[in-house]
């Protein structure tokens, strides 16, 4: 039973990291780029590209976001693990999108919902567990983030400015600078929900 239970846990995980190869790869060709190119634009090392093309690797959101960014076509439509078809409704049952981020403390980040380009919006429910401390990379230019606390509280950390919200209270700031969200509970998790805007995303011609 137990051992069963583990393997469908795994599934999604399994699913979005060889949609998450395909996506690459053909984007890759599309482009007629070599890997060595793609490592170039998008600082992510030969070795990690062909692991992610391979679908054997669950890369971490900075990876995801570089990949995406020197791809030209968005997170959203890198990871999303439905029909490549442009549908007008596009629906994520509860359980069916595998966390992008987690952590030992119970802590995860998993992207609900998401646009295609030329702007991209992604919609992330964000879980911390007690002591959990998220530190991202700084977002393409004009990328704005907005977030709400649904319990807890969590510390948002802007350009090494701090700024503690409880439940109820939002915040946005600039996505293009270095960000970091944290529980400093060490009994109590923190939930959030967080909303990304990038403008129009270009890609890169080799």
């Not at 409704?89 to 609900?112: F, L």
């Amino acid at each position: 039973m137990h051992v069963m239970a583990a393997q469908d846990a795994l599934e999604p995980a399994a699913a979005i990291s060889r949609t998450i190869g395909r996506r690459v790869r053909a984007s890759r060709t599309e482009l007629g780029w070599t890997l060595d190119q793609l490592a170039a634009r998008s600082g992510v090392s030969r070795r990690m590209l062909i692991n992610v093309e391979q679908g054997v690797t669950n890369p971490s959101i900075a990876t995801l976001l570089r990949l995406s960014d020197a791809l030209g076509i968005g997170l959203p439509a890198l990871v999303d693990t439905g029909d490549d078809g442009a549908d007008a409704v596009v629906v994520h049952r509860d359980g069916d999108v595998a966390p992008m981020w987690s952590s030992d403390a119970g802590g995860s980040a998993v992207m609900v919902a998401g646009t295609a380009p030329p702007d991209v919006s992604e919609l992330w429910d964000w879980r911390l567990g007690p002591g959990d401390d998220y530190r991202s990379e700084a977002h393409r230019a004009g990328t704005r983030e907005l977030l709400h606390v649904l319990s807890g509280a969590v510390v948002l950390v802007v350009a090494g400015a701090e700024h503690r919200l409880r439940a109820g209270d939002s915040a946005s700031f600039d996505g293009s600078v270095a960000h970091a969200y944290r529980n400093g509970s060490a009994g109590k998790p923190a939930r959030f929900s967080l909303a990304v805007y990038e403008p129009a995303l270009t890609r890169e011609k080799p």
